[in-house]
């Protein structure tokens, strides 16, 4: 912890004064968050509870409500507030599969977010994957290495990030895959 943030593509658009949304501030996303106001950006957190916007908020993080749940609305409460969340430099997707809620569950949430892209947008996004994705293979394995999942939420995993590689290059937007 402590660590500069190092410069490189990735954070191209993470330059100071940037605006970057965290769709999930938990274990991962508040860290990020953190590291991300002391180089300068200006940060956008959401959760799924109510007890820690104020939480985030003292932080100062710009915190928003907002679950991404099935049925028809999606949980989504349509406001100013939900729209410029998704209206900044780089959105970071921190969404854990729920393998026990099914692979449609996850790829629905995924739809969601992309169609709330909206004009502008989001110029990048960061998606946190898992190396779950290449399954129980030993050694080291990069980019370049074969997706071959041995799990159902590795399996859900590997379908997001092909389907957020496929809306990148048609919709023309950054993707990083972490």
């Known amino acids: 912890t402590g660590a500069p943030i190092p410069k490189g593509p990735l954070l191209k658009s993470l330059e100071r004064n940037a605006c970057v949304s965290l769709l999930g501030c938990g274990w991962l996303g508040l860290p ?3 590291k991300l106001m002391k180089a300068g950006a200006h940060v956008r957190g959401s959760t799924t509870q109510p007890s820690k916007l104020s939480v985030l908020s003292s932080l100062g993080i710009e915190s928003l409500l907002m679950r991404v749940d099935s049925g028809s609305d999606m949980g989504w409460t349509p ?3 939900t729209a410029r969340f998704f209206d900044s430099n780089t959105l970071i997707l921190g969404l854990p599969p729920q393998a ?6 996850f790829s629905s949430q995924l ?4 169609s709330r892209r909206g004009s502008p947008g989001f110029a990048h996004l960061v998606f946190v994957s898992s190396t779950s994705v290449y399954g129980s293979k030993q050694g080291s394995v990069d980019e370049s290495s074969p997706l071959v999942p041995d799990s159902e939420s590795g399996a859900i995993l590997a379908k997001a990030e092909a389907r957020l590689s496929e809306a990148a290059r048609s919709e023309g937007f950054g993707l990083t895959i972490v």
């Open 32 to 34: 990020v968050a953190e």
């Open 100 to 105: 026990a809620l099914g692979p449609e569950h």
């Open 79 to 81: 406001s100013e507030a």
């Open 111 to 114: 739809e969601t977010v992309l």
